[in-house]
Nanobody, 119 residues
Framework: QVQLVESGGGLVQAGGSLRLSCTAS??????MKWSRQAPGKQRELVAS???????NYADSVKGRFTISRDNAKNTVYLQMNSLKPEDTAVYYC???????????????WGRGTQVTVSS
């Protein structure tokens, strides 16, 4: 079993920055992702990063958000710059991978951290 713990959320003014962190209780071979869910909306994928460092972003955050990971620390980060009120949401860390080569691929989720951007 793997636990994911997010941190770094909070209240920030539009144009500001926040850095989210997600630490896994064990190393994961696979893709780490950040998703978000705003009130009344479906959860959407924000960014993802593979074990090798390849990244993908939602169009709405390209150029403003940066995902990175430190495999030695079992941690993935989301640097969020130029924040907008529409970025307000609960941000979830998600891991899709294996804890060992012989393991099967599983999906793990954190509990989320609130990000609120005021106008």
């Amino acid at each position: 079993q793997v636990q994911l713990v997010e941190s770094g959320g909070g209240l920030v003014q539009a144009g500001g920055s926040l850095r989210l962190s997600c630490t896994a209780s064990r190393s994961i071979l696979g893709v780490m992702k950040w998703s978000r869910q705003a009130p009344g909306k479906q959860r959407e994928l924000v960014a993802s990063i593979t074990s090798g460092g390849s990244t993908n972003y939602a169009d709405s955050v390209k150029g403003r958000f940066t995902i990175s990971r430190d495999n030695a620390k079992n941690t993935v980060y989301l640097q969020m710059n130029s924040l907008k009120p529409e970025d307000t949401a609960v941000y979830y860390c998600n891991a899709n991978g294996k804890t060992a080569v012989w393991d099967r691929v599983k999906d793990y989720w954190g509990r989320g951290t609130q990000v609120t951007v005021s106008s």
